[in-house]
């Protein structure tokens, strides 16, 4: 028999990786069995699919399939958002030009449009949000979030730390960006040199 009969809860090796996992000791109620101390092991195993430098994800919501990449200590997607739906599945009401984004969001409401008034840019340049989109904390995928001012700093301190062609990047961090940023495909032959 031993110790730790009145277990339950998240137990067992048929047991899926998730959040808020729960394991219950019911110990008051084993204690007229077991005289003494009790010592018992967890055993967790971290599965991610972010431990590459670099690889795909599948945001569960619409199917849509994105790159990501290891900058440093922190992972980013590498390719602008597409999603037309918050992740509680919830529409974001669609603008047809990018002009009414201004005027439709005086009435603070999340809105969607695509570069240059066109759905056909939506795989090369993912969606435009207004900040009442973003703002609901529900537009990025499951386990991603909209970055922090820290970890913006924290990015630009490692590009502009890093050794090689391109250490030498202006205290202000301005010219971080152009190590993020393609090889070619940007308005006004403004492109990057796709670094990191």
Request: aromatic share 12%; glycine share 10%.
């Amino acid at each position: 028999k031993g110790p730790m009969q009145k277990v339950t809860g998240s137990i067992g090796t048929m047991q899926t990786s998730g959040q808020n996992k729960e394991i219950i000791w019911n110990a008051l109620d084993e204690q007229n069995e077991h005289v003494g101390y009790y010592q018992f092991k967890i055993n967790a195993e971290l599965e991610s699919e972010f431990v590459a430098e670099s690889g795909l994800f599948t945001n569960n919501r619409d199917g849509e399939v994105y790159k990501w990449v290891r900058i440093g200590e922190q992972v980013w997607m590498a390719e602008n958002l597409r999603a037309t739906n918050y992740n509680d599945g919830t529409t974001i009401t669609e603008v047809l030009k990018n002009s009414d984004m201004k005027k439709l969001g005086k009435l603070g409401i999340g809105l969607v449009c695509w570069y240059n008034n066109e759905v056909s840019n939506k795989e090369t340049y993912g969606a435009l949000y207004n900040w009442y989109a973003v703002n609901t904390g529900k537009i990025c995928p499951e386990g991603w979030h909209m970055p922090s001012d820290n970890e913006w700093k924290q990015l630009a301190q490692y590009i502009s730390t890093q050794k090689g062609p391109y250490s030498k990047i202006d205290s202000n961090w301005l010219n971080v960006g152009k190590h993020l940023k393609a090889t070619s495909g940007w308005y006004n032959d403004r492109n990057g040199t796709n670094d990191f």
